[in-house]
């Protein structure tokens, strides 16, 4: 009884302690390639934390009551914010080997230079993390809730767009789309409800969400369904207008993602985020089955992560590979943010139980 | 529900109220009102039958102005529309509760804001009894319309977009025409009524289906309402004209539609409930949800406007750059003040409850998000297009009365066509009212 | 609350023998609770159907009924309507009219999008509302007995019912028993329902209006202001002009107009003309094309083979220039070219037949035929003994 409990407590540090050497490795042998990776895995948790805490500034904004029983999940998910706060802090090691900058000496060289980024990218960070101490499940006052969500709706937005023209569109900066934040902002939603589900579904495994029915799981799915949808809507109108503008300058962007490889990943990525988990998520009764949220869940989270990596690689110039620079930095970001998950599992009651809504979110039916 | 009170007394009560106004006589203001606004119909349509006789060239349309007042008031009814769709369909998934009282209102409202933007179009072609041609039909000449230009889109989006409406209007008032039927006195009202409801008798087999066909239908009247505005931004984004190619377009036209219908939506019920006593039925309660809809569009306008400016700037594009400078500056730097004013900074009002309750503050902030969202589509169109690449092809455009006639013919109509259904049609969905069993 | 008003319908007069016959009983309920458990109890005596003011749940199954099967309809249309969709638009843009637009592929899949999602949308909400009111709910249904009932009135209402079919008399003793109040006898009317009838009349009205149009669209073209484009305000040939100073509504083309596909030619004497070079290079093509201008205007004279012996010639005692004296194989290739076009001696000019290069590809025939008399051993081709 004793022995497995330590091995598992000794598993995850043993797994950051390897992820971290090969990780210092990775960026002694090859920056671009380790520095891709990294922001890869950054951005990926990221975007899920902002989709998590994007939920209850939801709640709070429209005054839901069917997510309350269930919104401790993205409130703990949404605490992320915190270990993030000094990875973006060494994420600004890329700017060097990555993000080239603006030639010359007018606004657009100063708005690029590494100085202005640091302080956008530490903003930013340091925004996320006030939102998830404010809406985090041991927050104190549900008025001061209420009163905060539009207020992070406006740090979501501007962060995602930070996110978008600093790490994404920095990387290529005479490039330029207005519509990437949003398509940021949709990934995001997505990653977060992903996230959700899987952790409402896990808790609920373990019987620590009593009273939680299927017309609980119902809505999770058809957020999950309505934002595939939503992804694809956005996916497909930024690609359509680069195609049909045809500018050298717009049009080389896709073309990247369009060539050798990357073609295939392409595809794919419109099965995983899209075509997948909308076709199986279609019929009512799929939308409380819990198998197939769980499923449906899982190939988003995928779709999402190669969605980051299909957004910061090709623009560096790399395949998609996965070595042991890949598997190291993986290993380490996701030990820890699975660490940083077994910490914030036990953050606040399961329900949130001092909420006055909580019986009506329990008697949700549809 | 509080069991003291009499559910079927409640929904007795409901019908009285709200069904006696087709049946009663035409209260004094109604036909006063009706004359008012069908007389500047006529004028609209004299004006359009005129412009048809003579040709488009009595606008003030001219090169490099080719699209001015028909587009804007094509893409700002279709706009005035969505708000419609969205409160009926997009609500009703989200059972936002209440939208039930508004949704046959805003449905209507969808419906004719629909008709009023397809008479641009259709003028626009100048030759509107050839407007067929756009449709994909096998025929002597052996021509197809280009499946790739986005204005072949817009007749199938537009198209369908007021079938569907059309559909999911007409499916929702099946149950309230029966119960006009069975009310009314034997004579040509009841025929009418006869006919319209199709014998629906409110079986248990048909409330099944029903209920089925009217999530469904929202689900994709969802969807569809998307992506019509998408389409109508298509118009503007597939081209590569400085400030119409911006990939942000498609859900920034969405947002707007939704902002400008909303504000619609708020100035008519707000006569209405006030003019036919529906105080009870059409609370404060949901002016006030409207206006916080209308507040958070607001926020997402003021958010694509920063984009758009930002974005200006970050492309370090001449072109791009000028495109932004006109419209903020120069000869038609006031529209674009105008539209930010009204869009972005009028609208904050609303953050406070007692604002928000109150018709001094919410009916001039809605007219003038009215007019925010007509100028921006004025600035859109018009402004990046007076100046293109070529310096020597910059023309200033100056629109002629028969533009504003046939403008205010548009609105005269959609009020005309309100009147109408105000008098002739149950405007509250009585039978999801009983259903939801906390009416009155 | 106002008090309700009476209920205006009068009921139905004693039903007419010839006319009717006896299709059941139906019973009013006060609330849907009772009518629920009215339904559990009555089900299996009959045909048995509940009626309500709005949709109410758990009806559907006290009757003992499954779920329409909307959803799979709208489902298979939709998918019909995405089929459709793709292929009108595909096949239009890529085989029926391909249109090169702005160097796009023809049969990219990127720009039909939008059609196929609306025709896909359209399809499935027209299955939506149409196949629920006529297919699953059995509309029009004018001549449903249930209408002619007095229950009609107070279920579009606030009341709830149950119609049971059978003998009248013991379905109402059902009713009854069931627990309802208001109970009464339905009849089945023998007649065809006059909405039915106005329909098909409307439906006539709107076909002949719409054959009307279409015939008198086709017919009169010419209606002002149906005029055909081609009809617009323009002058005729020759026309006068108030406009212009001379008077005249024609012009002529501004001073060193040079017309599109016209080569303008810088010579205007023989000496000039001296120095111009052939600017087409003797491809096949090129030879072709001289040798059918040769064979056109100059063979008859010239001969055939450009020795002056043509049939012309010969019967008049004229004679042409033979092409293959020193002279002519030495004059530059301008000289050729302007007495081609200019003639010589009794030779006419073929200026005015022989348009753009072509008098330049007929000096290169004539070339052609002069070397073909005064061939070198390299001219042979390779390997022939």
Redesign the interface.
């Known amino acids: 009884m004793k022995r497995p409990s330590t091995i598992r407590a000794l598993a995850l540090p043993a797994c950051a302690a390897l992820g971290a050497l090969g990780s210092l490795g990775a960026w002694r042998a090859d920056p671009p390639r380790f520095w891709g990776a990294w922001i890869t895995a950054f951005l990926f948790l990221q975007t899920l934390m902002l989709g998590c805490l994007f939920q209850p500034a939801l709640e709070h904004l429209v005054g839901a009551r069917w997510s309350v029983p269930l919104r401790r999940v993205p409130e703990r998910l949404g605490t992320l914010a915190w270990p993030l706060l000094p990875a973006s802090l060494l994420t600004l090691g890329a700017l060097g080997p990555l993000y080239p900058g603006w030639p010359g000496t007018g606004g657009k060289a100063a708005w690029m230079s590494p100085g202005a980024m640091a302080f956008r990218v530490a903003l930013a960070a340091l925004l996320c993390a006030l939102s998830a101490r404010i809406l985090g499940p041991r927050s104190g006052s549900p008025a001061g809730r209420s009163r905060f969500a539009p207020a992070f709706m406006a740090i979501f937005a501007l962060v995602l767009t930070q996110a978008a023209y600093d790490w994404v569109g920095g990387i290529t900066p005479a490039w330029y789309s207005d519509l990437l934040g949003v398509y940021l902002a949709a990934g995001s939603f997505l990653a977060g409800f992903a996230a959700t589900t899987l952790g409402t579904l896990r808790l609920r495994g373990q019987g620590r969400l009593p009273g939680l029915g299927a017309d609980h799981l119902h809505n999770l799915g058809a957020w999950m369904f309505a934002f595939t949808a939503f992804w694809g809507y956005i996916a497909?109108a930024h690609?359509?207008l680069m195609?049909?503008g045809?500018l050298p300058d717009e049009a080389g962007w896709y073309r990247l993602r369009l060539e050798g490889g990357w073609l295939q990943i392409s595809q794919a990525l419109a099965l995983l985020r899209f075509g997948l988990p909308f076709a199986l998520l279609?019929?009512?009764a799929a939308k409380s089955d819990a198998r197939r949220l769980a499923w449906a869940a899982g190939l988003l989270l995928g779709g999402h992560l190669l969605d980051m990596a299909w957004l910061i690689l090709p623009s560096i110039g790399l395949p998609l590979r996965l070595g042991w620079m890949e598997v190291s930095v993986g290993l380490f970001m996701g030990s820890m943010a699975l660490g940083w998950w077994a910490r914030a599992d036990r953050m606040g009651a399961d329900l949130p139980e001092g909420d006055p809504a909580l019986a009506q979110g329990l008697a949700f039916r549809l | 529900m509080s069991p003291s009170r009499n559910?079927?007394?409640?929904?007795?009560?409901l019908?009285?109220?709200v069904l006696a106004i087709p049946e009663g006589a035409a209260p004094p203001w109604w036909g006063r009102a009706i004359a008012c606004t069908a007389s500047v119909t006529a004028l609209g349509f004299a004006l359009m039958a005129w412009t048809?006789?003579?040709?488009i060239g009595v606008w003030g349309n001219t090169s490099p102005v080719f699209w001015a007042f028909d587009i804007i008031n094509f893409v700002f009814w279709v706009g005035i529309g969505h708000a419609g769709t969205l409160i009926s369909a997009i609500l009703l998934l989200f059972r936002q509760g209440w939208r039930d009282a508004i949704a046959r209102f805003a449905e209507a409202m969808t419906i004719f804001a629909v008709i009023c933007a397809g008479i641009f179009p259709l003028l626009h072609v100048g030759?509107p009894?050839l407007a067929f041609w756009l449709f994909?039909y096998p025929n002597q000449r052996?021509?197809?319309?280009?499946?790739?230009?986005?204005l072949?889109?817009d007749v199938?989006?537009v198209?369908?977009y007021f079938?569907?409406s059309l559909?999911?209007w007409?499916?929702g008032l099946?149950?309230d025409l029966?119960?006009l039927?069975?009310?009314?006195?034997p004579g040509w009202r009841r025929?009418l009524y006869?006919?319209l409801s199709?014998?629906?008798?409110?079986?248990?087999?048909?409330?099944?289906?029903?209920?089925?066909?009217y999530v469904?239908?929202a689900g994709?009247?969802t969807?569809?309402v998307i992506?019509v505005h998408s389409?109508v931004s298509?118009d503007f984004a597939v081209s590569i004209v400085p400030g119409w190619h911006m990939t942000l377009f498609p859900p920034y036209f969405v947002v707007g539609a939704i902002f400008a219908g909303f504000a619609m939506v708020i100035l008519v019920l707000s006569v209405a409930r006030e003019a036919l006593g529906l105080q009870a039925i059409l609370t404060w309660d949901h002016l006030d949800a409207m206006a916080k809809v209308v507040l958070g569009m607001s926020c997402l306008m003021g958010y694509a406007y920063l984009m758009e400016g930002f974005t200006a700037w970050y492309a370090q594009d001449a072109h791009l750059a000028r495109a932004f400078g006109n419209a903020v500056t120069g000869q038609y730097g006031w529209t674009g003040i105008l539209t930010l004013a009204c869009n972005v900074a009028v609208p904050q009002l609303l953050w406070r409850r007692a604002w928000r309750r109150s018709y001094r503050v919410l009916l001039p902030v809605a007219l003038a998000v009215t007019v925010g969202m007509w100028f921006e589509r004025f600035v859109i169109i018009v402004v990046n297009l007076h100046q293109d690449y070529l310096p020597s092809s910059s023309r200033p455009y100056v629109p002629t009365w028969v533009d504003l006639g046939i403008l205010a013919g548009s609105f005269g109509l959609f009020f005309t066509l309100v009147l109408l259904f105000v008098r002739f049609l149950p405007i509250v969905a009585t039978?999801?009212l009983?259903?939801r069993g906390d009416h009155? | 609350?106002?008090e309700?008003?009476p209920l205006?319908?009068t009921p139905p007069g004693p039903p007419q023998p010839p006319l009717t016959h006896p299709w059941g009983a139906c019973g009013l309920f006060?609330?849907p609770g009772a009518l629920v458990e009215a339904?559990r109890r009555l089900r299996g005596r009959g045909p048995l159907?509940?009626?309500?003011?709005?949709?109410?749940h758990g009806?559907?199954e006290a009757?003992g009924?499954k779920?329409?099967p909307?959803?799979a309809m709208?489902?298979g249309m939709a998918i019909l309507g995405a089929a459709a969709g793709f292929m009108?638009?595909w096949w239009?843009?890529a085989i029926?009219?391909p249109?090169k637009?702005?160097?796009?592929p023809e049969g990219s899949w990127?720009?039909?999008?939008?059609?196929v999602?609306?025709?896909t949308?359209?399809f499935?909400?027209?299955t939506?509302?149409?196949?629920?009111?006529f297919v699953?709910?059995?509309?029009?249904?004018?001549?449903?007995p249930?209408?002619a009932t007095r229950a009609?009135?107070a279920?579009?209402?606030?009341?709830y019912a149950l119609s049971l079919e059978g003998d009248p008399g013991a379905c109402a003793q059902a009713l009854r028993e069931a627990g309802a109040t208001g109970v009464e006898a339905v009849h089945l009317a023998c007649h065809a329902?006059?909405?039915m009838i106005?329909?098909a009349a409307a439906g006539a009205g709107a076909a002949l209006a719409g054959l009307l149009a279409f015939t008198l669209?086709k017919a009169y073209p010419e209606l002002?202001?149906?005029v055909r484009?081609e009809r617009q305000p323009r002058v005729g040939p020759q026309a006068p002009s108030r406009f212009f100073a001379d008077g005249r509504a024609m012009r002529l083309p501004v001073a060193g107009t040079v017309a599109r596909g016209h080569m303008p030619s810088g010579a205007t004497t023989e000496a000039e003309a001296q120095h111009h070079l052939n600017p087409l290079v003797p491809t096949p093509a090129v030879l072709a094309e001289g040798r059918a201008a040769f064979t056109e205007r100059c063979a008859v004279c010239h001969g055939a083979l450009g020795d002056g012996r043509g049939s012309l010639g010969r019967a008049y005692g004229a004679a042409p220039a033979d092409l293959h004296t020193d002279r002519l194989r030495s004059v530059p290739d301008g000289h050729l070219w302007w007495v081609i076009r200019k003639g010589r001696n009794a030779m006419p000019g073929h200026e005015a037949d022989l348009e753009g290069t072509r008098v330049w590809a007929l000096v290169h025939y004539v070339r052609a035929l002069q070397r073909s008399r005064h061939a070198l051993d390299s001219d042979l081709p390779e390997g022939n003994p």
């Open positions: 497909y690609y359509l195609w049909y045809n279609l019929p009512r | 559910p079927a007394l409640a929904m007795a009560a019908d009285d109220q048809v006789y003579r040709g030759r009894w994909p052996d021509l197809w319309p280009n499946f790739r230009s986005p072949v889109w199938f989006a198209g369908t079938t569907v559909l999911f007409y499916v099946v149950p029966a119960s039927r069975e009310r009314a006195r025929g006869t006919l199709l014998g629906w008798r409110g079986s248990a087999t048909q409330w099944a289906a029903f209920g089925k066909a469904l239908l994709l009247a969807a569809l992506s389409v298509f039978s999801e009983k259903a009155a | 609350m106002r309700a008003p205006l319908r006060e609330d339904a159907e509940a009626y309500a003011p709005h949709e109410v009806l559907q009757l009924r779920a329409p909307l959803a709208v489902l009108l638009a239009t843009t029926g009219y249109l637009v702005g160097g796009k990127v720009p039909l999008l939008p059609v999602f609306e025709v949308v359209l499935a909400a027209g939506a509302a149409l196949g629920m009111l699953l709910c059995g509309l029009p249904a004018f001549g449903h249930m209408l009609m009135t279920i579009t209402r606030d009341r329902p006059k909405p106005t329909l669209v002002r202001p149906m484009m």
